[in-house]
């Protein structure tokens, strides 16, 4: 499971922010910011950013509309 603050970030991650951005409206260092993400990527299991919004919507940790674009603007897979 997250922490608050790592939870924190992956909710603004499912919204399409920019790490810079995360780090601006959490009033936080970009640098700590960068390091819990390796953190979260590490506990989802996942390589990177788009991934890991995906295995956060499939395991309830984050909710998107089926509008959602993401990066590349594909679209969200059946069922999640």
């Known amino acids: 499971?997250?922490?608050?603050?790592?939870?924190?970030?992956l909710e603004?991650?499912?919204?399409?922010?920019?790490v810079p951005r995360i780090a601006q409206d959490l009033g936080r260092p970009l640098g700590s910011?960068?390091?819990?993400?390796?953190?979260?990527?590490r506990v989802l299991?996942?390589?990177?950013r788009e991934?890991?919004?995906?295995?956060?919507?499939?395991?309830?940790w984050?909710?998107?509309g089926r509008e959602w674009r993401g990066i590349g603007g594909g679209r969200l897979p059946e069922g999640m």
């Open 12 to 18: 603004r991650l499912v919204m399409g922010l920019t």
């Open 62 to 64: 984050a909710t998107a």
């Open 33 to 41: 910011v960068k390091d819990d993400l390796r953190t979260i990527y």
């Open 51 to 60: 991934d890991a919004v995906l295995e956060a919507i499939r395991r309830g």
């Open 1 to 9: 499971m997250l922490e608050a603050r790592e939870q924190a970030i």
């Open 45 to 48: 299991g996942v390589p990177g």
